[in-house]
């Protein structure tokens, strides 16, 4: 089964300096028939105008990813980490027994990013942070893991979920396969362009909700960035 959720039926908030969409119940918008897809509970798809964001809050118990799109995202946490993460490049935060940090777009041009929130495994841990750049050129036309909690993807920054968030970028014909284990599901917004799943279109923003199937083939319309998330 292959859903598409078009990006213009997304719940949403525009607060000015925050521009969200949500492809799950988050904050003021409710759906109880997105309420999560799997362990998958938030995939926010957020506009941040320059010199701007969030101010200092706290998470508990949460495997939160932070995907740049387009600029770049400066974090700050209360364990004394900070760091700035470019387009394409991903952070991850454990949120565990509980973490402060603040997100701020320090930049002169709009930061475009995925948050991603995956419910861990494991609650009670200690809090982590970590970022790590992904050069857009070494997943050129194929899926590379870029944060993961399964055994087999040790390169990928960790997470404590079972769980894994891969993506390539396609040029107008390309095609990149992902193969999908029994009883797991697949979540997958094109970042940018236009792709054709299992026969299905989806454009930049739309999300794909997927399960059931042991192999999506997705094939580019345009030079398109495709973001994936795999979960039990």
């Known amino acids: 089964m ?9 719940g949403g908030a525009h607060h000015g300096w925050l521009n ?3 492809h799950f119940s988050f904050a003021e918008y409710h759906d109880p028939k997105r309420m999560h897809w799997g362990h998958l509970r938030v995939w926010n798809d957020d506009i941040i105008a320059p010199h701007s964001g969030f101010p200092t809050h706290p998470h508990r118990d949460m495997e939160i990813i932070t995907y740049v799109r387009e600029g770049a995202i400066t974090h700050q946490d209360s364990l004394g980490n900070k760091g700035r993460t470019l387009a394409g490049d991903v952070q991850v935060m454990s949120a565990g027994t509980g973490i402060a940090h603040s997100e701020f777009n320090l930049e002169d041009q709009e930061t475009r990013l995925f948050q991603i929130w995956i419910l861990p495994d494991e609650k009670g841990l200690a809090p ?3 970022t790590r750049p992904f050069p857009k050129g070494e997943r050129s036309g194929t899926f590379v893991t870029l944060a993961s909690g399964l055994a087999e993807d040790g390169d990928a920054l960790p997470i404590r979920a079972n769980a894994r968030l891969v993506a390539a970028t396609l040029k107008p014909g390309q095609t990149a396969d992902y193969a999908i284990a029994t009883g797991r599901k697949v979540y997958l917004v094109p970042a940018s362009g236009r792709v054709e799943i299992n026969g299905v279109t989806a454009n930049a923003g739309d999300g794909v909700a997927v399960q059931g199937e042991t192999l999506l083939r997705i094939t580019a319309e345009e030079e398109s960035e495709v973001v994936l998330v795999d979960v039990a």
């Open 2 to 10: 292959i859903e598409l959720r078009p990006y213009q039926e997304l």
């Open 128 to 130: 982590s942070w970590g």
């Open 20 to 22: 969200a969409r949500h």
